[in-house]
């Protein structure tokens, strides 16, 4: 008898001593999701928003932290490079409102309408832009038409001049100056005020952001796409580029052959857009697996993966008064000037106007800033999850001018930033970093993904009684290409009672070596028997 049919012998006796009843019932494969700070919008939200925001998602139903998340990436990118906050008293470090967020949630989700609901106010901006630039340019053709006859006519003479016999040197010089002076004075074509993009090349945004130095949003519906674009061969500055617009407060020179040099006042950039949990998962393993992690993740810090609400029906019509009031704090604080508004003005040490922290906030953001670093980032024992937590130097100053400059314009009352701002910023950064704990935890699943994927492979009979790891490696299923990947599956499997696997072959001379054989539980194999 050959040695596979010992073995197919001995894991048949094997099977059969094995009955229904032998077996515990078979478990989910899944690891629960790691808690979250539930959206409390009484605490997070100026009173400005806080009403459109909620209407919003109960309307859909959504929830309601994916609205927050972007409305606060918006109003940060209206606010841009014009003002920043100074979040020490002494140093000259500053730091500009842009924000880089995400939702991440199933495809039932309701990413892209939430995403949709929550720029709606910023695409009324974009409308009322382009508008304005439609009418500018209309300005600009007629002015055009004028000048350009004009320079003809001034050319015609000087060409006359040129040709005359006469002693016309003292002409031909007041002509020549004449046209010099009509070139300066003529018609600039107008610029129009660019708030977002959905898909542009660097060499392209560089441009948009040349001329729109206040900054820019890259909305993605889908946002791994926009992160693996920075993987492609030949993209590689495009990922450097981004992060360089992450900060939002220096210039950046780009010189492409083609397009020549490119002086950008201010590079920065926000990001926002949806992901799958299971696409983010791939990305994170990425990221803890690359040897030149660069924090490009981590500079999503309004990242959110909330609990989905409950369904229910909803048919009424929406808060129109709450979402005026929304759109009224874009159109302000896309007007407003902020050294009338209480900034100081930009200096040699300084290159933005700038607000700073009113006496009880200081206090807030430095007691934050101990807790921080003395207390949560040394005892933090995941480095990814460190590294997260340490961009939130930036985010606490950020969402406090935010949720001040909201206030102000709602209130008229200006000046420096409050202590009820930085008790909401703090608020943020608490609600945040739980979700940032529960997109890292998709990571350290033990072999979870694979094991997901293994059990679908078994329910659709992909797989036999007496199949063994090799069997399911060869097949070069997706997450199961590894031979840690393929144990940990089976491992998974083997503990919810999937799976048991039997030690065969190697009892004497010419059994062969011993190897572990897996059979199906009968539950599972009858369920997915045809017929």
């Known amino acids: 008898?050959?040695?596979?049919?010992?073995?197919?012998?001995?894991?048949?006796?094997?099977?059969?001593?094995?009955?229904?009843?032998?077996?515990?019932?078979?478990?989910?494969?899944?690891?629960?999701?790691?808690?979250?700070?539930?959206?409390?919008?009484?605490?997070?939200?100026?009173?400005?928003?806080?009403?459109?925001?909620?209407?919003e998602a109960s309307r859909m139903p959504c929830c309601p932290d994916f609205i927050a998340v972007g409305v606060m990436v918006?109003?940060?990118?209206?606010?841009?490079?014009?003002?920043?906050?100074?979040?020490?008293?002494?140093?000259?470090?500053?730091?500009?409102?842009?924000l880089w967020g995400g939702i991440v949630g199933l495809p039932s989700a309701k990413k892209s309408p939430a995403i949709s609901a929550a720029l709606r106010p910023l695409d009324r901006l974009i409308?009322?832009?382009?508008?304005?630039?439609?009418?500018?340019?209309?300005?600009?053709e007629a002015s055009k038409t004028v000048f350009e006859a004009r320079k003809e006519a001034l050319e015609r003479r000087i060409k006359i001049a040129a040709r005359s016999n006469g002693p016309g040197a003292e002409e031909l010089e007041r002509l020549a100056g004449e046209l010099a002076e009509h070139q300066r004075a003529g018609p600039r074509a107008p610029i129009c005020r660019r708030y977002k993009t959905n898909d542009s090349t660097i060499e392209k945004l560089g441009e948009l952001l040349r001329e729109n130095p206040i900054g820019l949003l890259t909305l993605r519906d889908e946002l791994v796409g926009l992160l693996a674009s920075w993987e492609r061969e030949g993209h590689?500055?495009?990922?450097?580029?981004?992060?360089?617009?992450?900060?939002?407060?220096?210039?950046?020179?780009?010189?492409?052959?083609?397009?020549?040099?490119?002086?950008?006042?201010?590079?920065?950039?926000?990001?926002?857009?949806?992901?799958?949990?299971?696409?983010?998962?791939?990305?994170?393993?990425?990221?803890?697996?690359a040897l030149a992690n660069d924090g490009m993740l981590q500079r999503l810090q309004l990242?959110?993966?909330?609990?989905?609400?409950?369904?229910?029906y909803?048919?009424?019509?929406?808060?129109?008064?709450?979402?005026?009031?929304?759109?009224?704090?874009?159109?302000?604080?896309?007007?407003?000037?902020?050294?009338?508004?209480?900034?100081?003005?930009?200096?040699?040490?300084?290159?933005?106007?700038?607000?700073?922290?009113?006496?009880?906030a200081q206090e807030i953001f430095i007691e934050w800033s101990a807790d921080l670093h003395q207390q949560r980032l040394p005892a933090e024992d995941h480095p990814i999850i460190a590294q997260h937590l340490t961009k939130f130097d930036k985010l606490f100053p950020a969402l406090a001018l935010i949720l001040h400059l909201v206030d102000c314009t709602t209130t008229g009352v200006w000046g420096s930033v409050s202590k009820k701002a930085a008790l909401r910023a703090a608020a943020w950064c608490e609600y945040l970093e739980s979700h940032a704990?529960?997109?890292?935890?998709?990571?350290?699943?033990?072999?979870?993904?694979?094991?997901?994927?293994?059990?679908?492979?078994?329910?659709?009979?992909?797989?036999?009684?007496?199949?063994?790891?090799?069997?399911?490696?060869?097949?070069?299923?997706?997450?199961?290409?590894t031979e840690e990947g393929v144990q940990a599956a089976l491992d998974w499997l083997?503990?919810?009672?999937?799976?048991?696997?039997?030690?065969?072959?190697?009892?004497?001379?010419?059994?062969?070596?011993?190897?572990?054989?897996?059979?199906?539980?009968?539950?599972?194999?009858?369920?997915?028997?045809?017929?």
Not at 75 to 98: F, H, M, Q, S
Not at 249 to 263: E, K, L
């Open 303 to 312: 990242l959110v993966y909330p609990d989905p609400p409950p369904w229910e």
């Open 127 to 140: 409308g009322q832009a382009m508008e304005g630039f439609k009418a500018e340019m209309e300005e600009f």
């Open 1 to 55: 008898m050959s040695k596979s049919a010992r073995a197919e012998d001995q894991l048949h006796d094997y099977a059969a001593k094995i009955g229904a009843a032998d077996w515990e019932p078979p478990q989910p494969i899944q690891a629960p999701l790691r808690p979250v700070a539930p959206f409390d919008p009484d605490v997070l939200l100026p009173d400005a928003l806080r009403d459109f925001v909620m209407d």
């Open 236 to 289: 590689e500055s495009d990922r450097a580029f981004f992060l360089e617009g992450w900060n939002g407060n220096a210039p950046f020179n780009t010189d492409r052959i083609g397009r020549g040099s490119i002086f950008i006042p201010n590079l920065c950039l926000s990001i926002f857009g949806g992901i799958q949990p299971d696409k983010l998962t791939v990305y994170l393993e990425q990221t803890a697996n």
């Open 437 to 481: 704990r529960r997109c890292y935890g998709l990571l350290m699943d033990d072999g979870l993904r694979s094991a997901i994927a293994l059990a679908e492979k078994v329910r659709q009979g992909k797989l036999q009684d007496g199949f063994t790891a090799r069997d399911v490696r060869r097949n070069q299923w997706r997450y199961l290409t």
């Open 494 to 531: 083997e503990d919810n009672y999937w799976l048991r696997a039997q030690e065969v072959g190697g009892t004497g001379p010419g059994t062969g070596r011993r190897t572990f054989r897996y059979v199906i539980h009968p539950r599972i194999k009858s369920a997915c028997a045809p017929g």
């Open 314 to 360: 909803s048919d009424r019509f929406p808060n129109k008064s709450a979402r005026e009031r929304t759109c009224a704090v874009f159109e302000a604080l896309a007007k407003f000037d902020p050294v009338s508004c209480g900034a100081s003005p930009a200096d040699d040490f300084a290159r933005f106007p700038y607000f700073s922290f009113g006496q009880e």
């Open 74 to 98: 918006a109003i940060g990118t209206v606010i841009g490079t014009r003002c920043a906050i100074k979040p020490k008293e002494r140093d000259d470090w500053l730091v500009v409102a842009n």
